[in-house]
């Protein structure tokens, strides 16, 4: 059986991200970073898939968690996308993070886009649709 040529790549990681690399390695018995890594880039491509597949309309709940409560980007993002939102709640978490929880009613497009968006700023450290 021949085993599949793989390419080398270094990254830099900050020390969160590490730390969430080794973690996820704990929790899931991956024995190497190379194999978390591979793992966490087909988990990524898998959500990238499904939300390439919404048709028609979406309606759900958004949860976005940000460490800075300073920075306007999500702000710009709600008003940008204010006819996809239906209801938001904002809160502020510990270390100065917030929450943002949002109803979505969107056409598949108008969400695709919106959630491109979020992802591409860089500056959530959590962010998940629950569709309904």
Not at 1 to 10: L, N
Not at 87 to 111: E, K, P
Request: net charge negative; glycine share 6%.
């Amino acid at each position: 059986m021949k085993i599949p040529e793989m390419a080398v790549i270094s990254i830099s990681l900050d020390d969160e991200s590490a730390l969430a690399l080794e973690t996820i390695m704990g929790s899931l018995g991956i024995k190497s970073r190379s194999e978390a890594v591979r793992f966490a880039i087909s988990t990524t491509e898998t959500t990238l898939k499904d939300m390439e597949s919404i048709t028609g309309d979406v309606e759900g709940v958004l949860i976005i968690v940000h460490p800075d409560h300073n920075d306007s980007w999500l702000s710009m993002i709600q008003h940008r996308y204010d006819g996809c939102i239906k209801t938001q709640l904002h809160s502020h978490l510990h270390n100065r993070r917030c929450l943002d929880v949002m109803i979505i009613s969107s056409d598949a497009g108008s969400f695709r886009s919106m959630m491109r968006d979020i992802y591409s700023a860089g500056k959530s450290s959590y962010t998940q649709f629950v569709h309904s």
